[in-house]
């Protein structure tokens, strides 16, 4: 109750009574780190650095300041002579002084930074070689954990506080990667907690802010998004019934794509007749509209054949298109998903391999992979499992990142507000993947509302928006990537087949 009798705002009866318990959620959640500056394109990864680059700057120091050790050398002795003729050469005398000065501090700061290098470069190649200890230790590879464990041993011995400083980077990124995730869910947690009052608000914030973080540190500290180089799929799929549909889109100039050598498949329908270079697509926004969505197709196979007769293909992988968890007839659905995350073979795995046999695509033929969210883990495992030469893994909103090794350009594209992208964990400790390869991610929706229940960040046409971002981008990584379709473009010909799949 006021002074004149009428009753206070809540707001500020609340400030009159102490802190406001909402007010205080709000705060943390306002403030909560976050990443939503735009677009950010990355090599990937806690660091990403090379190491080898760091020892050679700090090794280019060393040898200067051995240089500038000389040159003091030589000045002290000119020095000693000028300072026995002093009378007729105070003034040089007095200058070759100040030069032997400046000389020594540059001497100090060089030998301060090749020393600053060194240390950074073992803090890198400390959070490199723990993350492949743990990696082989996972995969049984008992010899190559000796092997490991005794180098960062000795780099232990040799930079201590560079392992506390990589310990702290890793903790870092397994824990504080989730920020928006965090933020958005504590204050869509205040939201629906509201409708109830204030202590619904606090608890509601409370319990879905701490939540997300708890799961995101455990996916993070768990690494169950991060697939090792030698990561396979255990265990067999069922049977699939893979059946080739009109496709649709840009289209090869062959008149049908024929089923290859033995397969059950049925003969694709007509396809319209255009250039090579209009069918392959020009940028990542373009190859992403080509990911089957909505129809019947899970799999799309555009089979170049290059000028010195060599072929490549691109196959675009669908995400998940039924909610099914007990194996319906869509292989698209959560039980394929949840078989995959948990490093299983799923349905949808296999009537991915059926559709490239399909489509003629042997072993050994060079593979483009473009794919969204289950379709993201399908391309993991052909890039590390597979008989093809994957030279390109594009995945947008996948819940997992695969080490592909140095043969594979990897192009991981996230939105930080997407817990399906959430489940990688935040990506692997260090780069992945060719040189030139990269994530890009931003914040595809800062605000909250009940459709966040909606997913709207993980939708396809939200993650087509953002690689259209990657496309306009001045970064020079992106060319990379570029460089894969206009390779592409002078293509001969062109066969375009899509595949639907239905189990049994």
Known sequence: MSVDG???????????????PEGIVNLLSDNWFRADDGLQITGGGA???DTATLRTAADAFAAADGELGEIAMRLGALQNMLL????????????????????H???????????????????????ELDAALRAATLAGDTASAEVLGVRRDQLVRLHPQAWEAALGAESARSIMWPGELVRQGTQWGVGIGDTFGDPGAVWGGAVVGLGTLGAAAYVGI???GRLAPGARLTGTAGTVTVTAVKPEGPSGPAPGVAPGPGSTVGQAPPSSWRPPSAVAPRSLAAATARIPGDGAARVRVEKY????????????????QSGDVSGGDDPWDNES??????????????ATEAAL????????????????SQGGMIGAHLALEGDYDVQTLVSLGSPVEADVGAGTLSVAIRHTDDPVAGLAGGGALEGVGAPGSFVAERVYDPGTGADDATLPAHRLTAYAETAAMVDASADPRVAGVRAVFDDLARAESVEVSEYAAVRG
């Open 305 to 320: 054949t290059m000028p010195d007769g060599s072929r490549q293909a691109v196959v675009y992988i669908a995400g998940m």
């Open 337 to 350: 998903n949840l078989q995959l995350y948990s490093g299983r073979m799923s349905d949808s795995y296999a």
């Open 84 to 103: 026995a003729v002093r009378d007729q050469a105070q003034d040089a005398a007095a200058t070759a002084s100040a030069l032997g000065t400046r000389v």
């Open 105 to 127: 501090q540059t001497r100090a700061e060089a030998a301060a930074i090749g020393a600053a290098l060194q240390e950074a470069a073992a803090v890198y190649e400390l959070v």
């Open 47 to 49: 660091v990403a650095v």
């Open 222 to 224: 768990a690494g169950t």
């Open 357 to 372: 046999a399909a489509a003629g695509v042997g072993a050994g033929d060079a593979v483009h992979v473009v794919a969204f």
């Open 6 to 20: 009428h009753e206070a705002p809540a707001g500020e009866a609340r400030a009159a009574g102490g802190a406001d």
